[in-house]
C-alpha cells in the first residue's frame, strides 16, 4: 500500500493550512444576486461578531469559501470554558485551574478543532455564531467543515503501512486528529480484527478436517460470538475512560431543530432546561414498529420475488434465452433496491424528525438504527432465504413456481427438479469473499477515481472558460477572482475539500456489524468465512483511513461515548447468531429429509438457552478478568484528584495547579504552532496577552500575508465575488490562472 | 399495630444511650482466666491507642460489655476524612472544604456510626483499632455493634401503623438511621410492594371473570414480572444517585482474611494495592457449578423422595393408619432438611472463603448467591415438580410406586387411581396464603416470644443466684458487680442487645425474591396469590421494622449501591416466570391429554422470544420515562458544582464554602446532641477545639458520671470483673441488684 503513502509526500507548503480553522462554502447558484449578497452580509456579520476572523475566495462555481480563524486567546478561553463545563456535568473530576479569563491550550488538535466548531455553529446566546449549515437561513452554507492535517494523516497512513497490527498509541493519534466518534470506529474494527484470528485460525483447522456444518466448529463460532460482544463492551468502557469521555451524551447543546415543550427552570441550580417528556418520545418511537413491518414488507417482497424468479428460471424455465434471463431479477433487483431503499431512508428520516432528539447525537443514534433495520433486511434476508426455504423446502415450493407450464410454454419436467443443496454455502463463500472486495472496491476506489477524473475535466473546463472570458470585470474584482501563487495551491485543495463527501463514521460501523452478522448467522457453512474476513479488514482499516482523510470532509471532531446503537446490533446478531447456527448444523449435517419439525425446534430452544448461558458467563468472566484495566484507569485518576488534593492542602485553598498528568499528542511542532504550550513551569498556563495583530505574526509570513486584509474588506470582498460570479451564471465559469 | 408502638414508650431516661458509640462483648467463658485477663488488657490497649475512650460493665454470665465512645474531635476528623475519601473515589464530586485537622459534623447518624465502625474495625495502619469479632485474636469477642435509637425507632414505627404506604422520606429515614443497605431492602419491599398492587387488582377481577390459568391473565402477569424487574432496576439506580453511594464498593477496605498475592504500588498515583488476579478468582468461582449440582442433586433426591412417598401413601397405600403415615414424609424431610441446609451453607461458606474476596461486600455476595441456589432448589423444586412431574405424568408414575401391592399388603386397586388435577393449585393457594403468615410468625412473632419468656427465666434465676451467693468478693469488685441505680435500666437494655441477633438484611431480601418467584412461577394457576403476598407485605414492612429495632442488634450503617446479588435473581425468575408461566397455561387450560410435547416446546420458546422482547422493550420504555428524575438529580449535582465554582472564582482559588444543599436528617435534636450542627453561617463547619474532658459535660449529667471513669482504671475495673466472673464459674451468676 505504499503508493498511498507515496501519494502523499508533497511539500512543506503543499500542506500548510495557513493558520485557517474552519471554512464554509456558501453557495448562491439558485437565488438572486439581492438575497445573496444580503445573505453574505449577515454571515460575515454573524461570524465577526462571535470574534471570528474571516477572509473569503471563491469556490468553485457560485459558491465563496469563507475562512474562519478563531483568535488564539479566544479560543483558549472556550478550550478553557468547555472544561469547566466538562467538570460541571461531572465528566471531568478536577476542576481545572484559573478564572473565568484563563486561556488554555489544548491538548489534542481534535480539542481545538471542537471548540472552533462550536464557536461557527453554536447559537449566539452561547457564545457561537450559530451557523448551522443546510437549515433555515443558512441552508445556502452547503459545506462546513475543518481543514485535513494532510502532514499527520500521511504519516499515520505511513506508519500504518509499515505495520501489520495497529496500537493503542494509534488509536490515540486518531482520537487526537479526529475525535472520539471516529476513533471509536477505528477502535472497534481493530478489536475485532484481532478477534477474527481465533476464528480464522479454528476455520484452517475445521475446514481441513471437520468440513462445513460440524458441530464443533459451530459451537466454537458461537462461543466466539458471544465472548467477542461482551468483549467489546468491557474495551469500550475502558477506552471511555481513557479518552475522559464518560457520559459526554448529557452535555452536548441542543439541536437548532429541538422543539421542547416546556423551559423548566431548576429550583435549586437555576438552570434552565429545555424539556419534551420521555413519554411522549417514546410513543413516537413506537412508530418504528409499523416502519420496520412496512419496510420488512416491502423489501421483503422484493427480494423474495427477485429470489423467487431467479429460482424459477434457472431451476424450472428452460425455454429460449435462459442464459440470459436468469440474470433478469438480480438486475431489476439492483436497479429498483437505491429508490425503494432512498425512499424508506425519507420516511425513516421524518420519522426520527418527528421524535425530536434534543441533541444531533441522539439524532443520528435514532437514525442509525432505523438504517439497521434496512440494511439488516437487504445483507441478511436473501442469505435466510436460501438457508431456510429454499433448501430445505425447494423440493415441496418450487414445483408450484411451474405456472408456465400451465399456459403451454415448454419448461423443464418438473420430475427432474432438484435443489441444489451447494447454493447455500456458494451464497456465503461468495458474501464472505467477491462481496467484499467489490465492496471494498465501491467505497473506497470507486469514489477515488470518479473524484480525480471529475477534478481533472472540471479543471480543463474552468481553464477553457477561464481562456475565452477573461477581463470581463473590473480590475478590484479581476485580483479577487484570479488567485494569488501563493496561495493557488492552498486554494486549489481547499476547493476539493468543499467538494468531497462528508464522512459518516457510522455507515462504516454499520458495514462492520454487517459483516459479524454474516459471520455469526451463516460462518458455520463454510469455515473460511473469518479468514476472508481477516484479510478483507486488514484492507478494510487502511483504506477507511485513507477514505477519511484524501477522500472526505474532515469531521467536526465530535466526542462520543460508544460506537452507538450497532453495539445493540451485535447483541441482537450475537443471539440470532446462535440461532442460526444452531438450525444451519441441525438441518445440513446430515440428510435433509431426515429432520423433524419437533427435533430442529428442540435444538433451536436448547441453543437459546446456551446462549443465555454463555453471554451471562462471558460477561461475567470477562469483567472479572479485564478489570484490571479498568481498576488502573480509575487508580490514575484517583492520583489526579490525591495530587490535587495535596497541592491543595499544601496552599490552603487556590486549586491553580493541578499536574498535568496526561501527555499531550503532536504530530507536528509546526502544525501545533498555534496551540503551542504556553503553561508556565509550575503547570498553570500564562494567560496571553498579546492583540490580535500580533498574534497572526507568530505563524508564517505566509499565514500573515493571508490574513492581513482587513473584516470589513472581506464582506466587500464576497460582495465583489457574488456579482461577478453571479453575473456569469449560466454559461459563465470563472477563470483560475494556475501559477503553480 | 398499636400495641408495637406502646410497648415503644418508655421514658427520657431509659431511652437514653449515655453517650456510647458502640459495644464489644468479650467473652471469656470458654478460656481461662489468665489468658482472659491478657487478651482484655490488650483490647482496652488498643482500643485507647486507637484515641477511643472505654467503659468496661459487665454482661450476662461470663461477659463484660466494653463501651467505647469516639471522642467528638476524632469523630468529626473521621467523618471529614471518610468524605475526603469518597472524592477521592469519585463517589461524590465536591471536595469537601477543610484541611486535614478540619472536623466535619455528621449529616446523618449513619454516617457518624459508620465512622466509629471504621475507629473499631479498621487495622491500625488505617488509623482503626483493628477490632476484627469472631476472627484471629478477637474471636472471643462476640458481639460488635452500635447502639439502638431507641426514641427514633419508636417513632418511625408509630409513624407507619398511623398511615399505610411508606414515602421516600421513610425510606430516607432509615437510611439516615441504619445505613444504605438496609434502607435498599425497604425501599425494595416498598417499590415491590406498590407494583403489587396491579396486579392483585387484575387477580380480583380475573378470579371473578376468568378462572385460574388464563391466557390473559397469565399473560398480564407476565408482563408485569418483567415491567417490575426492569423498574427496579431504574429506582435502584435512582437511589444510588439520591443516597450518594455510587460506586461504593470500590473505596471498601480489605477484609482481614483475605489474602493478596502481590502488592502492586501504582506507578502514577503510588497507591499500594494488595491485588488477587482476576482469572484465578473466576476459576474459583466456577466451583459454583458442582456445588449447585451437588446441592441440586442432594435437596433434589430429598424431595422427589418425600414427595413420592407422600404421594404414594396419599393416593396408593389404603392399609393401617393411613391418617398418620401421611404426614410422616413431610415431618421427616422437615426434620433433615436444617441438617442438610447447615451441611450445604458449611461447604458454601469454605467456598467462598476459597475464592477469597477483597471486601466483605464481595464475601457476601458471593455467599448470597450460593444460599440463593439453595432457598431456590427448596421453595420452588416441590410445587415444580406437582406442576409439571405428578399432574402430568401422574396416571403414569404413580402405580409404579405401587411397590407394597408386589409384597402381599393390602393397597388401593390402582384402578382406582386417578390423578388429583387440583393438587397444583391447592399448593399454589397454600404457599400464598397459609405459608405467609407461618413464616411471618416463624420470623418475627416467635423470636420475640422466645426472647421475652428466656429473659424473664434468666431474670428469675439470676434474682436467687444473686439472693444466695450475695457478699462473695472485695467490696470494690462487689461494687462492679451491682449495677449504679442510675445506670441499672440502660444496662439491662444494653445487655438485652448484646444477647440479640445479628440483622441479615440478605435473608428478607432473599424472602422477598423468593415471594416473587412464586408469585412470577405460580401465581397464573390462582389470580389471588397477588393480593395475598400484598396484604402479607403490608406487615411483613413493619415486621421487619420491628424486628430490626426491638428484636436485633442495630447493624453497623453499611453503604452498598444495590440489594446486590438478589437483583440477578430476579432476573432469573423473571424469564423462568415466563416460560413457566407459558408451559402451565398450555398443560392446564384444556384437558391435559391433549397436550402434544411439540406443541408445548413451541408455545414454550415463543413465550421465551416474547420475554427477550417485553423485557427490552420495557427497559428502553422505563429509562426514558423515568430518566427526568436522574436528570433532576444529575440538575443538583450540577447545582452543587457550579456554586462551588462560583465560590471558587469569586475568591479566586480556595474552595473552603461549597453551599450545603441537602438538608440534614435530624430525629430529635437530644439523640443527635454530639453532632450538633457547628457550621458556621457560610456553611463550612468550624473546627470545634474543646478538649475530650470539657467535651463530655456537653452530655447530660448522667453521660459525665458514667464516662468520668478514667481510661487506665477501664483495664482494673475488667480485670478485677474477669477474676471475679469467672472466679464464680460453673454454676456462678452475677448479681443484678434492681433499682427500677
Redesign the interface.
Known sequence: MSWLAGHEKHGHDESDNLGVDWVLRYEFGDIDQAQAISEFRTLIHDLTEAGLRVQVRHGHGSALLVFIRVPRDHLGKMVHQSR?KD????II?T?PSG??NTIASAETPAEEIRSVYHAVTWRKELGGAGITPKFGKWKNITASFPLHDRDACSELLSKWNRKTNLTVEDLDAIRALFGEKVAFYFAFIHCYSLFLVVPAAMGIVGWWFLGPYSTIYGSALVVWCIVFVEFWKIRETDLRVRWNVKGVD?LKVNRSQYQWEKEVK?P????V?Q?FP??K??LR?MLLVPFASVASVALGTLIVVTFASEVFISEVYNGPLKGYLEFVPTILFSLSLPAITSFLTGIATRLTDYENYRTQDLYDLAQTQKTFVMHFITSFLPTILTAYVYVPFGHAIVPHLDILRRVGINTASHKDFEVDTSRFQAEVIYLSMTAQVFSFAEEIVLPYVKHVLWQKWRNYREHKAGLTRQRSFSKATDLLLIDAPEESFFLRRIRGEADADEYKVEEDILEMCVQFGYLALFGVAWPLVPLGFLLNNWLEVRGDFFKLTLECQRPPPIRADSIGPCLLGLDFLA?MGTLSTAAIVHLYRGPMAEVH??SL??T??IA?QVY?GIRFTAS??IQ?????AL??E??????V??S??EM??S??????SPSR?RQRVRFHERVNVYSSDTASPDGSPSPTSEQPQDEVLRGSDREAEFWEMRECDTADAGVKLIRALSGGKGGGEIKEVKHA
Chains 1, 2 share one sequence.
Open positions: 469547566i467538570w460541571l456535568f461531572g473530576h476542576l478564572d473565568e448529557q431548576d435549586i441550580s437555576g438552570q432546561s424539556t420521555g413519554w418520545q417514546f418511537q443471539w419439525l419437533s425446534l428442540l433451536v430452544f437459546e443465555l461475567t468472566a472479572k478478568i479485564f478489570s484490571d481498576r488502573r480509575e487508580a490514575s485518576r484517583y492520583a484528584r490525591k490535587f488534593l491543595n492542602q496552599r490552603h485553598g487556590g486549586p491553580d498528568v
